[in-house]
Structure formats: C-alpha cells, structure tokens
C-alpha cells in the first residue's frame, strides 16, 4: 500500500534511518512527543501529525527535500524523515528519551535563530 505513493528509494532510505536508531522520540513532562531525525548531515526536526485537516500537507520536516519536495514542487507527500518517524513509530522502533520542559526550548529557540 505505501508503494502505491512513495517512491521505492524513499522508504529504503527512511528503513536505513530506523535501522540506524536515528529516530529519536523526546516525551516531555506534560506527555506531548517531540521527534527528531538523525540525517546523514544534520538533525532535523519532524512534526508527523500537524492536525491542519484543511492543507494537503499533514506533516512538517525541517530539512531542505521537505520543502523543495513537498512544498514548493508538491511531488512528494512526505519525505524519508516523516516517513522514518511513522515507521518508527508504529513498529515501537524510535529512540525514546525523557526531556525537561527547558530543554525542549532551547532546543526550539536553537530552531529559530539558526
Ligand atoms: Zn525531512
């Protein structure tokens, strides 16, 4: 079923992401999760449930495929990274970890400045 609207490459690339543990779940105090992914440069920042019912877009990825794929080219629905964290998610594969309220800040005061 995922073939039928995700390129092959796309989800061997997000199966080599969970296969590398880079899937990482931060459950914070107030029960909320906040996902990050190790990419081959960089970490970037996964919302896999946005909850806008009205865009065709229901994810967010901070990486650059994310917007030039899905946002401004509108090929893809989603790119690896978002893909990895669904997988990841629903076979119980991510890397959970506890995180203070304050860490989660910085860690989105550091998505904001950069
Ligand atoms: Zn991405």
């Known amino acids: 079923m ?4 995700l390129p092959d490459t796309m989800i061997i ?11 990482m779940k931060y459950k914070t105090s107030w029960g909320r999760h906040h996902y990050e992914v190790l990419g081959t440069t960089s970490t970037y920042t996964v919302f896999p449930h946005l909850g806008v019912a009205s865009t065709a877009v229901s994810s967010y990825c901070t990486c650059p495929s994310f917007a ?10 989603m790119c690896k990274h978002v ?15 506890p995180i203070e309220d304050d860490d989660l800040l910085l860690k989105f005061a550091g998505h904001v400045s950069s």
């Open 68 to 77: 030039y794929a899905v946002l401004i080219s509108e090929n893809h629905l």
């Open 2 to 5: 995922l073939r039928a609207v």
């Open 83 to 97: 893909l990895a964290v669904c997988l990841a998610d629903r076979w119980s594969r991510c890397v959970v970890r």
């Open 13 to 23: 690339a997000a199966l080599d992401i969970i296969d590398r543990e880079g899937v």
